[in-house]
């Protein structure tokens, strides 16, 4: 016997919306993936095992020339850095290399799968000496920042002439 009809079935529960490709991780994931770079980071060709690579802020810090200008942009411009536009400086680190640049300094943490690196030194690389000519590295033989003795005909050290 029905009584009657039959009550509607229950709504559905609310639909979860994906999470944008490019969306950051939660926090807590993001601290869990950054420690356990450091603490397992080794000397790897890959950057997302080799340890954490963090971009510090130098000597462009003071830099703000205008309003819209953030000091972790790269120089441009006019700039008195300008000519170090075409590099960001990084340093590597993890348990078994555990010197950051300068434990004064802020600076960021940098995806290591966003970045391509010309090239790394054991110390203080003076990247700011080692300029391509013409600017931004368009002679094959000098990758901006970097100076190896096959460099040495499309670098110039200490400056622009």
């Known amino acids: ?31 869990a993936t950054l420690n356990r770079r450091f603490a397992l980071g080794h000397a790897t060709n890959n950057l997302s095992e080799a340890g954490v690579l963090v971009h510090q802020f130098d000597m462009h810090v003071g ?8 000091e972790w942009t790269p120089c441009g ?3 008195w850095c300008s000519d170090f ?16 640049f300068a434990l004064d300094r802020a600076g960021f ?7 391509s690196l ?4 054991p110390h203080d690389g003076d990247s700011m000496h080692k300029l391509c000519s013409p600017p931004g590295g368009n002679d094959p033989r000098c990758s901006p920042g970097c100076f190896t003795p ?7 050290s200490g400056g622009r002439g």
Request: include cysteine; charged fraction near 15%; glycine fraction near 6%.
């Open 1 to 31: 016997p029905l009584d009657g009809p039959s009550p509607p079935p229950p709504p559905l529960p609310p639909a979860r919306a994906l999470p944008h490709p490019n969306a950051n991780p939660p926090p807590a994931a993001l601290v």
């Open 63 to 70: 830099r703000l020339s205008h309003a819209t200008d953030a």
């Open 77 to 79: 411009g006019g700039e």
């Open 85 to 100: 536009g075409d590099r960001l400086s990084a340093s590597l680190f993890n348990t078994r290399l555990p010197f950051i």
């Open 109 to 115: 943490v940098l995806d290591p799968t966003k970045v």
């Open 118 to 121: 010309r090239c790394a030194t």
């Open 150 to 156: 096959a460099d040495t005909e499309g670098c110039q």
